[in-house]
């Protein structure tokens, strides 16, 4: 059975930093696409950025460029969001997110494992 388990979220002043933990249990995640998804009240659940984990190729998003590093650690099974320069507008439940393929998508549904979610808020 996968699992998907997010940690380190938590309250923080604009500016600072936060890293994200997703431990991933039940198989191994050679061959597939890890997501990171964020979803603020209110809003839609949208992609912040995603890691090949064969490859450790990444993409982001726009509003993240620069300030968002997705890592993954293949011993530990892991993958890692690192947020520095946090801004208000980041404040939101990040969920970390599978996906069997070769290829990184940005849209929720397509994503076969999800984790639970952990809160991010940063104040100004």
């Known amino acids: 059975q996968v699992q998907l388990v997010e940690s380190g979220g938590g309250l923080v002043q604009a500016g600072g930093s936060l890293r994200l933990s997703c431990a991933a249990s039940?198989?191994?995640?050679?061959?597939?696409?890890m997501g990171w998804f964020r979803q603020a009240p209110g809003k839609e659940r949208e992609f912040v950025g995603a890691?090949?984990?064969?490859?450790?190729?990444?993409y982001y998003v726009d509003s993240v460029k620069g300030r968002f590093t997705i890592s993954r650690d293949n011993a530990k099974n892991t993958v890692y969001l690192q947020m520095n320069r946090l801004k208000p507008e980041d404040t939101a439940i990040y969920y970390c997110?599978?996906?069997?393929?070769?290829?990184?998508?940005?849209?929720?549904?397509?994503?076969?494992?999800w984790g639970q979610g952990t809160q991010v808020t940063v104040s100004s």
């Open positions: 890691i090949l984990w064969t490859y450790e190729t990444t």
């Open positions: 997110a599978a996906r069997r393929g070769s290829t990184y998508n940005t849209v929720p549904r397509d994503y076969d494992y």
């Open positions: 039940g198989r191994t995640f050679s061959g597939y696409a």
